[in-house]
């Protein structure tokens, strides 16, 4: 009788180390799944994050190659031509022909318009800044030329153009902007060519920007105002268009 009791204890000993046994490689493999499942997520986690750096990279690629882009344009704008720095900003619309004919001989310019805003403390007209910032090259095919820029009050011969060389020379207040136009000489006496097809700003200082090359605008021709006394008003004898423009930025030729 005792005999049987021992074994009936025995038995339920058994069984019980039995199930304790189960339940313990049961809660490991448990464990183990859900330790596998949690790798496998972290793991889908990072390669996520990383599609995202990639696709957030490509955004940013595609950003760059847009504004790039931009700067080649072809409707005539020279986009990306912005120089500045802490006493100045100058930002380059285009550049025009013009050629002034008079019964003495033609004269021929080049006409830089812009925008110019005055960073500085003290009082600064856009033709001083311009010139002291930026050195202006014709380029005719890969040959290049330095200009010289007008001084004179040659918005009496450019009088379509007068008012905003007049702004040009005006002194602009600190925290002001003005629009302007530079004019430069075109003089085949001093080397220059009159069928120019792009101008390169280069600055004098790198900080100021990188150099630009622009193509021209368009080209214009009028009267010389002393050979149009009985006019009420200096028109285009004709205008040549080259609505065609593009812009090189930092460009190496």
């Not at 049987?4 to 069984?15: E, N, P």
């Not at 990639?54 to 344009?73: E, F, H, M, V, Y």
């Not at 986009?79 to 019964?103: C, E, H, L, P, R």
């Not at 033709?127 to 014709?138: D, G, I, R």
Request: hydrophobic share 25%.
């Amino acid at each position: 009788m005792k005999k049987r009791y021992l074994l009936g204890a025995l038995g339920l000993v058994l069984l019980g180390l039995g199930t304790s046994a189960c339940s313990s490689q049961t809660n490991n493999s448990s464990k183990q799944t859900t330790t596998s499942k949690s790798k496998k997520s972290i793991e889908k986690t990072d390669e996520n994050s990383s599609e995202s750096t990639k696709r957030s990279r490509k955004d940013l690629s595609t950003g760059a190659d847009t504004q790039a882009n931009n700067s080649n344009s072809n409707d005539g704008k020279a986009y990306g031509g912005n120089f500045q720095d802490s006493k100045g900003y100058i930002a380059i619309d285009n550049v025009t022909n013009v050629t002034v004919k008079g019964s003495d001989g033609d004269d021929h310019y080049a006409l830089v318009q812009g925008t110019f805003s005055n960073n500085d403390k003290e009082s600064v007209d856009p033709t001083s800044f311009f010139s002291n910032h930026l050195k202006v090259m014709e380029k005719v095919g890969k040959a290049t030329h330095d200009l010289v820029l007008v001084t004179t009050d040659i918005e009496n011969e450019l009088t379509p153009w007068g008012n905003q060389i007049k702004e040009g020379r005006k002194k602009i207040e600190p925290n002001m902007t003005s629009n302007f136009v530079i004019v430069y000489k075109l003089d085949p006496a001093n080397g220059a060519k009159t069928n120019a097809t792009h101008y390169v700003f280069d600055p004098y200082d790198s900080k100021f920007g990188k150099s630009l090359t622009v193509k021209v605008y368009e080209s214009k021709t009028i009267k010389k105002s002393s050979d149009n006394a009985g006019s009420n008003s200096h028109s285009d004898e004709s205008t040549d268009t080259n609505s065609s423009a593009d812009t090189d930025v930092d460009t190496d030729d």
